[in-house]
């Protein structure tokens, strides 16, 4: 299987910085798309951002100039960076890989979550 592990949550002051990892590990033979999801509660589940294989990112609107994706393709691992963050981005976020294992079509794999609280 794929196994993915976040870190970098917490609670955190309006306007503060917080930085997301996610690892992901197993017979993986490629990675299509990286990414981060959130959820607040009462809410639908929506992307935040994500970096395809070629190195292209995507942005949800109400996070663009604030958040950026990364990746070290070495370690198999995504970054989310969290800047001047809002109360509005307190959620918990879910880290989403797009991939192939060895002799498996492409499948679709979540972290556990993490919990981000942005707040006074």
């Known amino acids: 299987q794929v196994q993915l592990v976040e870190s970098g949550g917490g609670l955190v002051q309006p306007g503060g910085s917080l930085r997301l990892s996610c690892a992901a590990s197993?017979?993986?033979?490629?990675?299509?798309?990286m990414g981060w999801y959130r959820q607040a509660p009462g809410k639908q589940r929506e992307l935040v951002a994500n970096?395809?294989?070629?190195?292209?990112?995507n942005y949800a609107d109400s996070v663009k100039g604030r958040f950026t994706i990364s990746r070290d393709n070495t370690k198999n691992t995504v970054y989310l960076q969290m800047n001047s963050l809002k109360p509005e981005d307190t959620a918990v976020y879910y880290c989403n890989v797009v991939a192939g294992r060895y002799g498996n079509p492409i499948n679709n794999y979540w972290g556990q979550g993490t919990q981000v609280t942005v707040s006074s």
């Open positions: 970096i395809v294989s070629g190195g292209s990112t």
């Open positions: 197993g017979s993986i033979s490629s990675i299509y798309v």
